[in-house]
């Protein structure tokens, strides 16, 4: 019995295995743990810090609520200029307007209309004072509201495109007859109600702001945005904050989804754009809105380091759970190595061998039929080493098939672009494998004719390197040849390996295959096998032998096979060259299109870059590109090529006596295959064709919104 050497045990492997898996679980169990406090954990202090925020903003809505309703009362007690039976009304008014403008600096201006809803009084910090200049104003919304006997607040506007203001009206006096009085409010003095708000760390840059109902800046620690009008809409929370009125959503947190009726925005951000967490509060019957921010970086920084000694005591669990894991698995290892010890020496042949384990589990039953196994194997083996050598021819002989079409697959890896190294292997694999084969050709078929992709002879005799050659010419001058009356048509119509044992005298051989035999004066035998591709005819792969017998099934199998391989190999290289045609086209364009972002003012190196790729993708001798101009004339954008002199000296010309009117007029591009025979070439064209020799030229229209703007021009010798 011949001696077999040991298999050397991979030591180590089941113990990893075990303490993989202990560790595994252990570290998804903390990890699970950590992760799900770490999740309250976040969703617990974002929360409060909403909250908070939140409450910050009510506190500062109800301060600017209280700041405008005291305006509001201070405006109400001129109302009693009118009751002064003993006094000039209007010159009652006037002092009692100029005492209101001392007592409230954010007033700027009052003005008094009459029980009509004209303007008799007019007394401003920033203008002249007017005095019964009558205007009428009853239809405007600052009389109608008063009069009716409702405070009436307008929207925020800003006085000379600079400092923003409001506008409130109401009653002067206790019915309709005593006017209306309106005051103009500046409201640069609400600045000082949100710059004292400070959320979250003194210096970790958080800040409140308030906004009107359309999102323009009333007031803002830099008040240099509000001076600039700035409309912050676009921010995530103040364009929330507006979409609640519009579904009639109570106000809230910004940034916690329903928190005390707040209004979902996870994605809140400051004007720099940074993440910011952000309540707001809105302003009754204002409609404005203050918002409270700070950066959540900053805010949020308690639970980052949460997060971090999280992380070292998650640490700190897995060195002890590794610890205990390998202690574990050792214990269990260790009787599982003397079974693959004892196993081992079973494999290496030593079948007098037994296993000695004493666990009294089922290790040890595992053992028992270890050695069970050896006897039965003791008794089998004679009688194996006697199948091995009668299957061993034949495992030699597949092996070989198999070697052989590995040996092409290695070959179509290696060779995608080009098919022509498959086909020499394929060749050569039929000539060693097929016994007495003289020849074998690979044909393909191109339209209704047969032409030779590949041919191999083998050398019988002494023959001369010249009648070799000879040889060779004569195969080579049969092609091409029509594919109707071939032996690769009958393949293709039979769908499978077609033989012919005598090509000379047998009456099914194809008329085209016979006429060979007879012109070669011998007759020989041929197998074909087609090659098809998703059954698209593709061609077929013929053998050749002088002996007449039929071939064997298996070598009809193997002739197949490699047909098979065959097309897998012309269509990688299909592939290949239509992929790298279309990745060639895909650069150009991107290559264009980074040229013309990187010249918006100057086309002309976008005009370079077109020509760079016409040449390198069209082989064009002379690509240019010609602009129409507002005249209708035709010039040049850009232009290469030896008669490039000569091109510029012939523009501009009229648009309609050139081949680029006809494609313009087509949409579509236009091809003269050969200027000085196609009748349709301008005579511009035919002349610098005589001039220069002859070339064939393609034009594509530029058009834009149905305007045109010029073509591109290739020309190729």
Not at 31 to 49: K, M
Not at 425 to 440: M, N, R
Not at 556 to 566: G, I, K, M
Request: charged letters at 25%; a neutral charge; hydrophobic letters at 45%.
């Amino acid at each position: 019995m011949p001696e077999v050497p040991p298999h050397k045990p991979s030591r180590g492997r089941l113990f990893r295995q075990y303490a993989l898996l202990i560790n595994a679980l252990v570290g998804t169990l903390l990890l699970a743990s950590a992760v799900l406090s770490l999740t309250f954990s976040y969703r617990e202090s974002r929360d409060h810090l909403v909250a908070l925020q939140f409450e910050q903003a009510q506190g500062a809505a109800a301060r600017i609520e209280q700041y405008i309703a005291g305006i509001e009362q201070q405006i109400g007690w001129t109302a009693l200029s009118g009751m002064n039976a003993g006094a000039d009304p209007l010159e009652a008014r006037r002092i009692d307007s100029l005492k209101l403008l001392r007592q409230v600096p954010a007033i700027t201006e009052v003005a008094w209309l009459d029980a009509q809803g004209r303007e008799q009084l007019r007394v401003s910090r920033l203008a002249l004072d007017t005095q019964d200049q009558g205007l009428d104003r009853s239809a405007e919304p600052l009389f109608t509201e008063p009069a009716a006997g409702r405070v009436w607040r307008g929207p925020v506007s800003f006085r000379k495109q600079t400092e923003p203001y409001m506008t409130i009206a109401r009653r002067a006096g206790p019915g309709r007859s005593g006017g209306v009085t309106v005051v103009e409010v500046n409201l640069k003095f609400v600045w000082d109600v949100v710059a004292r708000i400070r959320p979250g760390h003194p210096d970790g840059g958080g800040l409140a702001y308030a906004v009107d109902q359309s999102g323009a800046l009333i007031a803002h620690p830099d008040i240099s945005l509000v001076l600039k009008q700035t409309n912050l809409r676009a921010l995530p929370q103040v364009a929330a904050s507006l979409a609640a009125d519009a579904i009639d959503r109570p106000p809230g947190p910004a940034h916690v989804a329903d928190a005390a009726g707040g209004v979902a925005v996870e994605d809140a951000q400051d004007l720099a754009g940074q993440p910011v967490l952000s309540a707001y509060a809105r302003l009754e019957p204002l409609g404005w809105r203050v918002f409270v921010e700070s950066p959540r970086s900053q805010t949020l920084a308690p639970v980052y380091a949460s997060l971090q000694r999280l992380g070292l005591l998650l640490a700190a669990g897995l060195v002890i759970s590794m610890m205990a894991s390998a202690w574990l698995a050792r214990t269990l290892v260790r009787p599982i190595r003397q079974l693959q010890d004892g196993a081992a020496r079973l494999a290496a042949g030593d079948l007098d061998h037994r296993l000695t384990v004493a666990t009294h589990d089922e290790l040890e039953d595992l053992a028992g039929e270890f050695n069970r196994m050896a006897g039965e194997l003791k008794g089998s083996y004679e009688g194996l080493e006697r199948k091995v050598r009668e299957h061993t021819a034949e495992l030699a002989e597949a092996l070989a098939r198999q070697t052989a079409t590995a040996e092409v697959l290695q070959v179509i890896g290696r060779s995608v672009a080009d098919a022509g190294p498959v086909f020499a292997k394929i060749l050569e694999s039929c000539e060693q494998l097929i016994p007495d084969t003289v020849a074998s050709l690979l044909d393909l078929v191109d339209g209704d004719r047969i032409v030779l992709a590949d041919f191999r002879m083998r050398v019988t005799d002494n023959a001369t390197a010249e009648v070799r050659a000879a040889r060779d010419r004569r195969v080579r001058a049969g092609y091409p040849h029509p594919l109707r009356g071939s032996a690769t048509e009958a393949a293709l119509d039979a769908g499978r390996v077609v033989e012919f044992s005598d090509t000379l005298n047998g009456p099914d051989t194809p008329p085209q295959t016979r006429e060979f035999a007879l012109s070669a004066g011998y007759p020989f035998s041929l197998m074909v096998a087609p090659m098809r591709w998703e059954g698209r005819p593709i061609g077929s792969i013929g053998v050749v032998r002088y002996t007449l017998v039929p071939f064997r099934p298996k070598e009809r199998e193997l002739l197949q096979t490699f047909a098979d391989q065959a097309a897998i190999a012309i269509q990688n290289a299909r592939l290949f060259t239509e992929t790298r045609e279309a990745l060639e086209q895909r650069t150009a364009t991107t290559e264009v299109l980074q040229a013309i972002s990187r010249s918006v003012a100057d086309p002309q190196p976008v005009f370079e870059k077109i020509l760079d790729h016409c040449e390198r993708l069209f082989g064009s001798d002379q690509p240019g590109i010609f602009l129409v101009d507002d005249e209708g004339q035709l010039r040049v954008g850009a232009f290469r090529g030896p008669d490039r002199a000569r091109v510029l000296a012939s523009y501009p010309k009229p648009l309609g006596d050139t081949l680029s009117a006809v494609a313009i007029r087509a949409h579509r591009p236009v091809e003269l295959a050969d200027v000085l025979a196609d009748p349709a070439a301008p005579a511009y064209l035919r002349t610098l064709a005589e001039q220069t020799g002859n070339f064939a030229v393609m034009v594509a229209p530029l058009i834009h919104a149905e305007r045109a703007i010029g073509s591109i021009v290739v020309t190729r010798r």
